[in-house]
């Protein structure tokens, strides 16, 4: 079965670092472009971070560039999204998101994690 299950969320003070990690599970990861999403509330869901299947080529929100990394091990199944130099605006449930573009399309999510940055 298709699983996209984030883990590493957590609360930090404003300044500090997580990274999150999403493992994947059910289709072949190494083929999949990966996304990190967040979601504050009464906000719009808002794309934070891209990679590419092979993972050279990544992109990122204006807001998180220079403080943020995201990167893959296809090896292990699993993307993640380094985060530094949080702020309060970076507080939001963060979630996964695998695609897969050939004849069809295939989209997956997972449930997400959430993150809190206090000032």
């Known amino acids: 079965q298709v699983q996209l299950v984030e883990s590493g969320g957590g609360w930090v003070q404003s300044g500090g670092s997580l990274r999150l990690s999403c493992a994947a599970s059910g289709f072949t990861f190494s083929t999949y472009s990966m996304y990190w999403y967040r979601q504050a509330p009464g906000k719009e869901r808002e794309l934070v971070a891209a990679?590419?299947?092979?993972?050279?080529?990544?992109n990122y929100a204006d807001s998180v560039k220079g403080r943020f990394t995201i990167s893959r091990d296809n090896a292990k199944n699993t993307v993640y999204l380094q985060m530094s130099s949080l702020k309060p605006e970076d507080t939001a449930v963060y979630s996964c998101r695998a695609v897969w573009v050939g004849g069809v399309r295939y989209d997956y999510w997972g449930q997400g994690t959430q993150v809190t940055v206090s000032s």
């Open positions: 990679i590419i299947s092979a993972g050279n080529n990544t």
